[in-house]
């Protein structure tokens, strides 16, 4: 029964059951194909972004409906997680290469949402908070390539928002005295909400605005080196007793965000939601996708329509296949987390060297970067190409706006803040046609064609 009401849904509309998602074909308005630009990537092909013109087709296929007039989420934007490990191989680029590398990455149509990790990630080539030792904080870890990078960033895209996540509290808050597992012990909390807001004034000193925070980076995980077990129960007594009223106190404006996890458990951020003495220090929540559903995302939008939803991360594997990968991330993670109501979408990571390094005893050993770095050698892989598939034509303003897709055929529509229409248009199967207002238009097989209007 599942299924059959799975598959009457994307019959109807793309990617959600919910009625206000539905595009109603009789009401669609005309668009204006005038001075329509075409861009397509075959990732078989390892051809990406590529101008053409416009793909006709020799006669008319299934309906692909655009609706401007039906509107949702306003976009922040796309990015990747910038780890310590990232950060330390870029910072070893000579200055000239890593200002142009920068540019590209974060200048004019390039990335809008970065990730940090308050302290160590699996993805550092050791483990540390910032503060070890009780009553000695400091940010001195990062400052010989973390911070002087983010700088860069900056000075660069003064806009661009920064997401912080830790891994783990420093181990003399925790249970189990490790930084692999256990939980904050309560006697701490306050003690660790006032941490985490040293370190956003801390960031703020040095010229780097901290805009939102999730309390614990996959709190349901606690094998990963470094990590934090943070349940439920736990995570919304920690933002109502400690860290809303922390940040209340001390003026922080950085959005809380909470869960940080996979789509298999909606409930999680649904149940915190729930309780009021929580979800009015709550901005929102996020997701990862290595377990569940992305539809999942909408479970929680229905919910509670007036938090925002955000997606934080999803990794390219060292043994992944390019095209397959590149794929199923625009089909899940770009195109299905935007259709599912994320503000901002975060894949997993900036750059590794070309052992999948640094990272720390017990991290991840085999995470791909968007960039392998050696020496001053930059190849490009599959997770920058998803990102900037999205971040090239879809600036922050942008406002998702109604599409309703043919079976086979994966697809997200924005009005982005000049006035025009972008549409973003997946064929996952062989060559085919879709109608697109009065066009017809052919879609190459295994490809993505983004369409601006």
């Known amino acids: 029964m599942k299924h059959i009401l799975l598959v009457f849904c994307t019959l109807a509309f793309l990617f959600s059951c919910s009625k206000e998602e539905q595009v109603p ?68 680029l000579e200055p000239v290469k890593r200002a142009a590398l920068l540019q590209e990455l974060f ?34 870890k990062s400052k010989p390539d973390l911070i002087p990078l983010l ?20 181990i003399w808050m925790k249970d189990n005295y490790s930084s692999r597992g256990g939980s904050l012990m309560e006697k701490y909390y306050v003690t660790y909400a006032e941490y985490l ?18 309390p614990q980076n996959e709190p349901l995980n606690p094998g990963n080196n470094p990590s934090m077990y943070m349940s439920a129960l736990m995570q919304g007594t920690f933002v109502a007793k400690a860290l809303g009223p922390v940040f209340e106190k001390q003026g922080i404006q950085t959005k809380i965000v909470i869960y940080d996890h996979n789509c298999d458990h909606p409930e999680y951020a649904i149940e915190l939601l729930n309780v009021p003495e929580v979800r009015k220090y709550v901005n929102g929540s996020a997701f990862h996708l ?45 195109i299905g987390s935007v259709n599912n ?18 990272h720390t005893p017990g991290g ?26 999205a971040a090239k034509f879809i600036p922050p303003g942008s406002i998702r706006i109604g599409i309703s897709a043919p079976l086979g ?24 046609s879709v109608a697109l207002g009065k066009q017809n238009i052919e879609l190459a097989a295994d490809s993505v064609l983004t369409i601006v209007l």
């Open 25 to 92: 074909v009789q009401t669609t308005p005309s668009l204006d194909f005038s001075n329509a630009e075409f861009y397509q990537s075959l990732p078989k092909q390892k051809s990406f972004f590529q101008k053409i013109d416009k793909p006709g087709a020799s006669g008319s296929g299934d309906l692909l409906v655009v609706n401007p007039d039906l509107t949702f989420q306003t976009i922040d934007g796309f990015g990747l997680a910038l780890t310590g490990g990232s950060a330390q191989v870029m910072y070893r």
């Open 107 to 140: 200048g004019k149509n390039g990335m809008t949402v970065l990730r940090i990790s308050v302290g160590a990630s699996d993805l550092d080539s050791a483990v540390f908070s910032y503060e070890d030792e009780p009553g000695k904080f400091s940010l001195a």
């Open 151 to 170: 700088k860069e960033i900056i000075a660069i895209n003064p806009a661009i928002k920064i997401m912080a996540s830790p891994w783990s509290a420093p």
């Open 197 to 214: 807001a040293k370190y956003i004034q801390e960031m703020a000193k040095e010229g780097i605005p901290i805009w939102s925070l999730t």
């Open 290 to 334: 290595y377990g569940g559903d992305i539809s999942a995302m909408s479970q929680v939008q229905r919910a509670h329509p007036d938090k925002d939803l955000y997606f934080t991360e999803q990794w390219t594997g060292a043994k992944g296949d390019f095209a397959s990968e590149f794929m199923w991330h625009m089909k899940n993670v770009i």
């Open 341 to 358: 109501h994320a503000k901002a979408v975060i894949e997993w990571n900036l750059a590794t060297d070309p052992t999948y390094g640094p």
């Open 364 to 389: 991840c050993s085999e995470c791909l970067g968007a960039l392998t770095i050696g020496g001053q050698e930059i190849t490009r892989n599959q997770s920058y190409y998803i990102v900037m598939q």
């Open 409 to 432: 055929i994966q697809a997200a529509a924005f009005k982005r803040p000049d006035g025009k229409i972008v549409v973003l248009v997946q064929n996952e199967g062989a060559k085919k």
